[in-house]
Every structure is written in structure tokens, then in C-alpha cells.
């Protein structure tokens, strides 16, 4: 599995570092899947040819299918050997707080971890019983396959009031080329997340991912469909919690369709917005998620019970991942000789980012940590990562704990 990963993640650093054929290329298996006419997604293809000259910010080509041709170039090594000759790329010797969560916010984010990393996979056809499925739109690249499920705390806890059944919206990354045309899809002008998000304060807009954006809009109906069928499916005769999560580029729309959801009144409501009151809290825990507003996106302060936490795994460059980010990390392992200073971010990410140290196995309970505040030493925004392979969800429930890396 990490060679696959390697290999993935160099095919993508000589599209970096040589451009043009390959580009052409990843453009021509885009049309491929355009649709005939007009749509929304069709919006995303003229910002493929834009951006991806640009250098598209995220190392989405970690999660293609087997079978893609890959080949030489950047080495991946390379760049994690000269990554981790900076100063600032280690967090061994940083002094970071613990987050403390309650027992049932540390299933959440079990439950939530799982539930990221088999939405990759077709679903068993008893899914049914329990829950929904939603594949991707491929012809208009929009949605992006989604699965809804119900899950039970543990027995033990049957009777502890603060464990409720968990209504879980799972939101699969990228797993095939179409997806590049909402992932490189980065430039959006600002107001343009106004009817949707809401706004930050009175008189400011968020700047938003235009790509993540465009594909949230389009999911929000049919989402909100799909947790009412399964919320009705099953009647629990208590309170019952809502999750929102997913790994990579489905982090980032699950995200924008949790801060839809919990927008303050007085804005635009409907659709999903309107399923927000079936349930008793609303908690988005998502997985290397990459950067997507500006202002960043956090929990509503009337929301107590609610969990916005953003995963981060140590190493893992897709959570830093906007186009300037993605460019200086290019020259990083090309060794650039009088190397720029890394450059300030232009987005942030959604949710409370909290780094997953890399431990195999984990010792002792696995804990999640608070970056230090901008600025300081530790800070996500002050700390180099450049670990490819650390993106893979496989890697993220082995540092969790939940799983044994596969060889």
C-alpha cells in the first residue's frame, strides 16, 4: 500500500514540476465526463484548465484508483527527506495541549473515522437496512458519493444520557480523474457563499473554495432527503445526533454542508438548513480536510453540544494544501537553492484543527492536540508537512488506533 501511495503521490509532483503534456492529458480524460449541455458542474471545467496550470493545490491523486499510469519525476522521498530536514517540520520537541473529549465524543470520532474511509468502498447491498447510498453525479462532476447511516452507542452506555443513536453522512474524497474538476476549481469571488453560509459579520463575506462550494450547493437537497428518509426509517424514541464527516476533498464539502446547516437565522433557509431541528446536536469531525474559507468556518456559540473538528495527521501536506502552500512544498523537494519563506495561507480550514501525531503503534491512549496559536511554534500555519503518504484515510485509523497498517 505505500508503494501504491508513492507512486500516486510522484505522479502527481511531476505534474508539478514539468506541466504542460500531462496536463493536456488530465484535461482530455476530464472531457470525457462533461456533460452535453449546460449544468452546474460544467461550471468547474473552464477552472480545471485555469488552475491546474496554476498548480491545483490539493495531492488529490493520492486517492486515484489502481491502475492510473504513474511515473517518475519529483521523488516523494526526496521531498519528505528534505521536508524533514527544516526546522519546523517536527513536532517532537513541541510542548501542545491535549484536546479532552468526553467518551462519547471520542466514538464520534471513531464512528466518524470508520465511516470516512468505507464510504470509498461500493456499499454491501444490505445497506439498505440501515441506511442510504448516493453515487456520484460522474456526468455533471458534482456530487460526490455519499452514504447516510444510523449507528447505536455501544450497550454499555444504553443507559448514560449523553450517548444517543448517530445519524452519520459520510462524504467520499476523490477516487476517480473527474473529481479533479471540483478540487482544482479554487478561485471564487468573494459574497459568492452569502445565501449559503451566511456571513462572518455584518458588511464581510467569506472568500470559499469555489470548487468545494459549487459541489455542497449541488448535494445540500438531495443530503437533506436522504437524513430525513433514513431519520424516519428509524424510530429511536429519543434524542438522536447528527455527523457530518469525510476524508480529503469530502471533508471539505461535508464541512460546508455542516456550516449550511447551522447558519444563523435571518439568512436563506431550506433544504438541509430545515433538518437541523429533528436532531438534539449537529457535529462535523472530518479528516484531512484542505483549506476552504477565509474566514475560517466554526461551530455556532449557540450550538453547545456540537463537535467541529477538523483531523489532522502529522505529515500530511492536503490540510496546508492551497495553491502557494502546494508550489513552495514543489520547490522544497525540487531542493530550490535560496528558498522563499513559506508563504502565509490564503485559506483555512473549517472546524477546530487538531493534529493526530503519527504512531505505530499508538502509545498509550491516542490523543488529539490543539495547534499552537498563529504565530507561535506549533502553529498549522507556521509548521511544515510534507508526507505524502500520511494523507491515506488507512493511515489516519492506524494513528488512531483503529486499525493495523496494512504491508
Not at 98 to 118: I, N
Not at 281 to 297: G, M, Y
Not at 356 to 376: K, M, N
Amino acid at each position: 500500500m505505500a508503494d501504491k501511495m508513492m507512486d500516486r503521490a510522484n505522479w502527481y509532483l511531476d505534474l508539478v514540476k514539468q506541466g504542460g503534456p500531462k496536463i493536456e492529458s488530465l484535461k482530455a480524460g476530464l472531457s470525457v465526463v462533461a456533460p452535453s449541455g449546460a449544468s452546474s458542474g460544467s461550471k468547474n471545467l473552464p477552472a480545471v484548465s485555469r488552475n491546474l496550470v496554476e498548480v491545483t493545490e490539493y495531492l488529490q491523486t493520492l486517492d486515484l484508483p489502481d491502475g492510473d499510469g504513474y511515473d517518475g519525476g519529483l521523488n516523494v522521498s526526496l521531498l519528505i527527506r528534505r521536508t524533514e530536514d527544516l526546522d519546523n517540520s517536527s513536532f517532537k520537541d513541541i510542548d501542545l495541549d491535549a484536546l479532552h473529549l468526553s467518551g462519547f465524543g471520542k466514538w464520534l470520532v471513531e464512528q466518524g473515522a470508520w465511516a470516512a474511509k468505507r464510504v470509498y468502498t461500493e456499499p454491501k447491498p444490505d445497506l439498505a437496512a440501515g441506511g442510504k447510498w448516493l453515487r456520484e453525479w460522474s456526468r455533471d462532476n458534482m456530487v460526490k458519493a455519499t452514504t447516510v447511516t444510523l449507528v447505536t452507542s455501544p450497550a454499555e452506555h444504553a443507559r448514560d444520557a449523553a450517548w444517543v443513536p448517530t445519524v452519520i453522512v459520510a462524504i467520499r474524497g476523490s477516487k476517480a480523474k473527474h473529481d479533479w474538476a471540483v478540487n482544482a476549481n479554487y478561485k471564487d469571488a468573494a459574497g459568492a457563499a452569502d445565501n449559503f453560509l451566511g456571513v462572518p459579520s455584518p458588511g464581510q463575506s467569506y472568500r470559499v473554495h469555489g470548487g468545494f462550494l459549487e459541489c455542497a450547493r449541488a448535494m445540500a437537497p438531495k443530503i437533506a432527503e436522504l437524513i430525513k428518509a433514513v431519520r424516519e426509517r428509524h424510530d429511536v424514541g429519543g434524542p438522536i445526533d447528527l455527523l457530518f464527516t469525510g476524508h480529503s476533498a469530502g471533508a471539505a464539502v461535508a464541512a460546508l454542508l455542516y456550516a449550511h446547516m447551522m447558519k444563523p437565522a435571518g439568512n436563506e433557509r431550506n433544504g438541509l438548513a430545515g433538518v437541523r431541528e429533528s436532531f438534539r446536536s449537529v457535529h462535523a469531525i472530518t479528516f484531512a480536510a484542505p483549506p476552504v474559507t477565509a474566514p475560517a468556518l466554526t461551530a455556532p456559540a449557540a450550538d453547545v453540544g456540537g463537535l467541529f473538528l477538523a483531523v489532522i495527521h502529522e505529515g500530511d501536506p492536503i490540510p496546508r494544501g492551497d495553491v502557494p502552500y502546494m508550489q513552495w512544498l514543489a520547490a522544497v523537494g525540487l531542493g530550490a537553492r535560496n528558498l522563499a519563506p513559506m508563504p502565509a495561507r490564503e485559506l483555512l480550514n473549517a472546524g477546530e484543527p487538531l493534529l493526530l501525531r503519527s504512531s505505530t503503534p499508538p502509545q498509550g491512549p491516542v490523543e488529539l492536540f490543539r495547534f499552537a496559536p498563529p504565530g507561535s511554534v506549533g502553529s498549522l500555519g507556521g509548521m511544515v508537512f510534507g508526507n505524502p503518504p500520511m494523507h491515506d484515510m488507512g493511515e489516519y485509523l492506524v494513528s488512531l488506533g483503529l486499525q493495523v497498517r496494512e504491508e
